[in-house]
DNA sequence: GTAGAATCTAGAGCCGACTCTAGGTCAAAC
DNA sequence: GTTTGACCTAGAGTCGGCTCTAGATTCTAC
């Protein structure tokens, strides 16, 4: 099995170093890193596919407080699916709605564009500060 | 014209009377709010419109320096609607990618779903109910 | 006219999520 | 054999975006 340097790890997923130690403090990682001469952290390719997972869910708003919660039920082993499905369905409702969000504001956007682009294009009609 | 205190403005937006406050110091705000006797904000119908693009502009994760380029330009007049376009294009990009964003980590998120309720239709035991 | 609610300003405090510093260990290259 | 660079820990600092406090004033209802 693959093992790598933190700074490996920092190179293929785009933290930084201090980002990863921190995120490991914060218990995001499914099990604790191995450790090797020195105390230098070997990870494994598995912690880095969880740290993917790790990042995907903060980039979809995940706190780090969720995913620390989410992390311990798989670290604490079978028997507790129906909590994970919870924290699983749960922030899928939150990045749905977030994503509708995001929808309304891509109108809005859309929308102002258009007026600016016609009023360039065209010739000054003053539609002003309307939302 | 309408006249609103911050206290029925707030009601409105859902923003606190606080962060309104916040808002305007931090210059969000096309023209200065309006004051009445005792120097009490009075809002009007615009303010409150324009405070709703500003709350979508937010929830869609324009950071607040970025609002008050925005409204600056907005209040200074005609002139500038390049400007504006590059503004709001640049944003647009960023919706756009945060969508993206978004739909990878729902994938993920249905698939780990769907792992975990086939693994509970399966296997029905005293994960069942599970507090 | 007085109690209680709403408002004002200036400034402090808080929280999440990093980000960096200081001071140290260690392996390998020159 | 020392210098370089990657790594270690503990803890401090930063930043964005609010959120709250203190102390004063003013509006509203009785």
């Known amino acids: 099995m693959s093992a790598l340097s933190i700074g490996q790890v920092a190179e293929r997923t785009g933290l930084s170093v201090h980002t990863l130690r921190f995120y490991e403090r914060e218990g995001?990682?499914?099990?604790?890193?191995?450790?090797?001469?020195?105390?230098?952290r070997?990870?494994?390719?598995?912690?880095?596919?969880?740290l993917g997972v790790c990042i995907r869910l903060r980039?979809?708003?995940?706190p780090l407080t969720?995913?620390?919660r989410y992390t311990e039920l798989v670290r604490a082993g079978q028997g507790n699916e129906v909590e994970r499905l919870e924290v699983?369905?749960?922030?899928r409702e939150r990045?749905?709605?977030?994503?509708?969000?995001l929808n309304e504001c891509l109108k809005l956007i859309t929308h102002?564009?258009?007026v600016y682009e016609g009023r360039l294009?065209?010739?000054?009609?003053?539609?002003?500060?309307?939302p």
């Open 112 to 114: 102002k564009v258009a």
């Open 42 to 50: 070997i990870y494994s390719e598995g912690d880095v596919d969880w």
């Open 121 to 130: 294009g065209l010739r000054d009609d003053f539609t002003d500060c309307a």
């Open 66 to 68: 969720d995913i620390r």
């Open 59 to 62: 980039a979809s708003g995940m």
């Open 95 to 101: 990045v749905l709605a977030q994503m509708h969000e």
């Open 28 to 40: 995001l990682l499914a099990q604790p890193v191995r450790r090797g001469t020195a105390g230098h």
């Open 88 to 91: 699983l369905r749960d922030h």
